[in-house]
């Protein structure tokens, strides 16, 4: 539907996507007496698959993904030149389609807002087709905002689901292969087996240039089907992102204190800052939002969280500091291959953005996969904030 011309909410959040989709799945299920919209103007969640490791959600806050779930194995492998594992850590996929249900079920008729917002305050947003709708909290979710203020390498993708005859062979994920060539940087194929004959390829590179050539990749995804002697009789669908890779910047910069617009997910700059990844923050925040909700400082209770987070990922921008700036790009594999080695505990606690303090000396003791000086050089060239 689309908003009257003068209307009115309690929580207006503006994006449909991981961030807003969430929120509104948990403001529905625990403060159903509030007026909730979303304000999205394509599907809700989009042309999206996004996967997470088990570890990265508190079992306290799994009731809010476990109806969006869509796919789930009890372990994963990794491939490098010189060293291959499968990890027994579970792993689940969401798609936006399961997404865009699950909303659509949870919140009351016409509180799905298609429009677009042109303009957007605290306390009110402006409708590109017309019309003004006000709320008491509007909560920003759009994704990334302005990113010229950051140091950014970039983690970019094509995905494809390829429908093959007679079975792929593959019976769970390979998240990471990296004996392929190493093209743009450091480049893996990332494997998600759907059923069996349906298997997602996706064609993943941490670069330099956030520039995307999506034609030179899918012929590299059909040159990988091929080779494993796939019989692709379909592709049923493509998805194309560009994530930032964060190895310096001033949050207040991101987010300034001035800017009393609440936000959420990448809009807050609250994403892993190695990986790009948003789901686990994305999962936090929905899941403690209706008990904050009712502040009247919810944007400074937003910020502070986001700050807080910003600061807990000095680690990962320090890392992403040594991929972009001191590997030379052909050798970036060298850096995961090293850190696939390491326990089976501390790699669920990285990518969950939660390392302690061994973790963090283990991962950067022993011989390091850069040149000692050219690290050195990069890191001293930082701004640490």
Same mark, same amino acid.
């Given at each position: 539907?689309?908003?009257?011309?003068?209307?009115?909410?309690? !929580?207006?959040?503006?994006?449909?996507?991981?961030a807003?989709?969430l929120?509104?799945?948990?403001?529905?299920?625990?403060?159903?007496?509030?007026? &909730?919209?979303?304000?999205e103007?394509?599907?809700?969640?989009?042309?999206?698959?996004?996967?997470?490791?088990?570890?990265? !959600?508190?079992?306290?806050?799994?009731w809010? &993904?476990?109806?969006?779930v869509?796919?789930?194995?009890?372990?994963?492998? &990794?491939?490098?030149?010189?060293?291959?594992?499968?990890?027994?850590?579970?792993?689940?996929? !969401?798609?936006?389609?399961?997404?865009?249900?699950?909303?659509?079920?949870?919140?009351?008729?016409?509180?799905?807002?298609?429009?677009?917002?042109k303009?957007?305050?605290?306390?009110?947003?402006?409708?590109?087709r017309?019309?003004?709708?006000?709320?008491?909290?509007?909560?920003d979710?759009?994704?990334?905002?302005?990113?010229?203020?950051? @140091?950014?390498?970039?983690?970019?993708?094509?995905?494809?689901?390829?429908?093959?005859?007679?079975?792929?062979?593959?019976?769970?994920p390979?998240v990471?292969d990296?004996?392929?060539?190493?093209?743009?940087?450091?480049r893996?194929v990332?494997?998600?087996?759907?059923?069996?004959?349906?298997?997602?390829?996706? @064609?993943t590179?941490?670069?330099?240039s956030?520039?995307?050539?999506?034609?030179?990749?899918?012929?590299?995804?059909?040159?990988?089907?091929?080779?494993?002697?796939?019989?692709? $009789?379909? $592709?049923?669908?493509?998805?194309?992102?560009?994530?930032?890779? &964060?190895?310096?910047?001033?949050?207040?910069?991101?987010?300034?204190?001035?800017?009393? $617009?609440?936000?959420?997910g990448?809009?807050?700059?609250?994403?892993?800052?190695?990986?790009?990844?948003?789901?686990?923050?994305?999962?936090? $925040?929905?899941?403690?939002?209706?008990?904050?909700?009712g502040?009247?400082?919810?944007?400074?209770?937003?910020?502070?969280?986001?700050?807080?987070?910003?600061?807990?990922?000095r680690f990962?921008?320090?890392?992403?500091a040594?991929?972009?700036?001191a590997?030379?790009?052909?050798?970036?594999?060298?850096?995961?291959?090293?850190?696939?080695?390491?326990?089976?505990g501390?790699?669920?606690?990285?990518?969950?953005?939660?390392?302690?303090?061994a973790?963090?000396?283990?991962i950067?003791?022993g011989?390091?996969?850069?040149?000692?000086?050219?690290a050195?050089?990069?890191?001293?060239?930082?701004?640490?904030?």
């Amino acid at each position: 539907m689309a908003a009257s011309n003068t209307d009115s909410c309690d !929580i207006a959040i503006v994006g449909g996507g991981l961030a807003g989709g969430l929120a509104a799945l948990a403001l529905a299920a625990k403060r159903p007496g509030l007026d &909730v919209r979303l304000v999205e103007p394509g599907p809700i969640g989009g042309n999206h698959i996004w996967s997470f490791f088990d570890s990265d !959600i508190a079992k306290r806050d799994r009731w809010l &993904v476990a109806p969006v779930v869509r796919y789930h194995w009890d372990r994963y492998d &990794v491939a490098f030149p010189a060293h291959a594992r499968t990890l027994r850590m579970g792993y689940k996929s !969401i798609t936006g389609e399961a997404l865009a249900e699950a909303v659509a079920a949870a919140l009351p008729e016409g509180r799905i807002v298609a429009d677009k917002a042109k303009h957007v305050a605290p306390d009110h947003l402006l409708l590109a087709r017309g019309g003004r709708l006000s709320a008491k909290h509007v909560i920003d979710a759009r994704g990334a905002g302005k990113l010229s203020d950051l @140091d950014c390498g970039w983690q970019k993708f094509v995905g494809q689901a390829l429908t093959v005859e007679g079975g792929h062979g593959i019976d769970r994920p390979l998240v990471m292969d990296a004996t392929v060539d190493q093209l743009g940087g450091y480049r893996f194929v990332y494997l998600l087996p759907f059923d069996a004959e349906t298997i997602f390829v996706e @064609d993943t590179y941490y670069s330099d240039s956030p520039d995307l050539d999506v034609a030179a990749i899918r012929d590299r995804i059909a040159d990988y089907a091929a080779l494993h002697q796939w019989n692709v $009789t379909a $592709t049923t669908r493509e998805e194309t992102g560009v994530l930032p890779v &964060v190895v310096a910047g001033d949050f207040d910069r991101l987010w300034p204190e001035s800017d009393r $617009t609440a936000r959420i997910g990448v809009r807050a700059g609250v994403f892993h800052a190695l990986t790009g990844y948003s789901l686990p923050d994305a999962v936090r $925040t929905a899941a403690a939002l209706p008990d904050l909700i009712g502040s009247a400082d919810l944007p400074i209770l937003l910020r502070d969280r986001a700050a807080a987070s910003w600061r807990r990922q000095r680690f990962y921008r320090m890392l992403g500091a040594m991929l972009f700036r001191a590997a030379e790009p052909a050798e970036r594999y060298r850096i995961f291959e090293r850190f696939y080695r390491l326990s089976p505990g501390l790699i669920a606690r990285f990518y969950a953005g939660r390392p302690n303090a061994a973790d963090k000396l283990r991962i950067l003791s022993g011989k390091p996969p850069v040149p000692v000086g050219r690290a050195i050089a990069a890191l001293s060239r930082l701004d640490w904030k």
